[in-house]
């Protein structure tokens, strides 16, 4: 099992930054692949930035990218994502999600539906 708890979320106003940070602890193979996920109201969640803690290697949304930065501590089991550049269309419920490898060489699942574990939300507010 693997437990997931996000923090960081705000409230800011557009072309502000954000911190979001998510903890996680248990089974480390489990927890192989670390995702970020939003979703709007009314929206499917769709996936922002994940990567492999083994490779460290990011791949991120094409709305995202150039702006939003996705790293791990290993000494603090924490996957972080750095907000910057926020307009009001990211203003969302932002989800950590972990997950075992989907395949070989660090791949990850490409569906939200595929990850495992969740964590229980943090709400991002960006105003104009």
């Known amino acids: 099992q693997v437990q997931l708890v996000e923090s960081g979320g705000g409230s800011v106003q557009a072309g502000g930054s954000l911190r979001l940070s998510c903890v996680r602890s248990g089974s480390t193979y489990m927890s192989s692949c670390v995702g970020w996920f939003r979703q709007f109201p009314g929206k499917e969640r769709e996936e922002v930035a994940h990567?492999?803690?083994?490779?460290?290697?990011?791949t991120y949304a094409d709305s995202v990218r150039g702006r939003f930065t996705i790293s791990q501590d290993d000494s603090r089991n924490t996957v972080y994502l750095q907000l910057d550049s926020l307009n009001p269309e990211d203003a969302a419920m932002y989800y950590c999600?972990?997950?075992?490898?989907?395949?070989?060489?660090?791949?990850?699942?490409?569906?939200?539906?595929?990850?495992?574990?969740w964590g229980q939300g943090t709400q991002v507010t960006v105003s104009s």
């Open positions: 999600a972990a997950a075992p490898p989907s395949g070989p060489n660090g791949a990850c699942a490409e569906h939200w539906q595929q990850w495992t574990f």
């Open positions: 990567l492999y803690t083994a490779y460290g290697n990011p």
